[in-house]
């Protein structure tokens, strides 16, 4: 049965048929075994099934708390910090949080330790509640120090979690459960990549990207092509190839 071109799991279903009565069922039958196919389990998409977003409002709540008493205590080396969308950093000045001017809080990333040092400041570590991470917003400034966009410090936060013996992963606002033999297998094949061998400079601090990655071609003789854009038939808009090509052809992102 066609049903669209693209379904999510989450969507909804609603459909206007042309039928009489006696032909629902069969229309149910046939959407119920869609549902039901597995199709893509052989289509190298099986590990859907591993990773499950979590709706009851009770686990919810529960892990917002060991979210939060984990920030308390500083005990955050499994967290990460950073805009829950792709920002345009073409466009980006830096990030400040909410009640911070651009012209004295400016910062070029948002690190976790940023979002520590914000909180400290505003006196709300010791009484913390998730209701303040929802309610502080991370604010992306553009180089005219205009808002390009926001978005709470809840969203903004990625961590890895467990609970009664469960892996949850949260991101963009939202927890999964992770099935531990996936978890193990993606940790795996990440431990498998080789380390590239190449060669950069540090970074200074408060350095952008665009001015680093220019110095780093100057320092160890890489072609530029940050912000460098080609255009493609089969894309109707260009892309940035990479930000650096060594002379080996080693395509560096």
Known sequence: ISIGSSVAGRDGLRMSPKLSFDQLGGLCTKLYDSYIEKHYCTA???????????????????????????????????????PP??????RLKGFVFS??????HLRTDAPMGSLVAYLNKKDRMESLEVDILKRAKLRAIDLDEQD?????????????????GVRYHFSDGRFHSVDDDYAKLVGERIDDIPSSGLKFPSAKHGEREYDFNNR????HGYTVLDTKLISLTSRTSPIEACDLLSQDGHMIH
């Open 44 to 82: 190298g998409f099986d590990w859907i099934d591993t990773v499950k977003e979590v709706y009851e409002p009770e686990l919810i709540s529960a892990l917002d708390n060991i979210v939060v008493q984990k920030i308390m205590r500083g005990d955050i080396g499994d967290f990460f910090f950073g």
């Open 85 to 90: 969308v792709i920002v345009d950093y073409l």
């Open 99 to 104: 009640g911070e001017q651009a012209s004295k």
């Open 148 to 164: 390009m966009n926001k978005w709470s410090v809840y969203q903004c936060l990625v961590a890895d979690l467990e609970q009664d």
């Open 216 to 219: 780093a071609g100057l320092s």
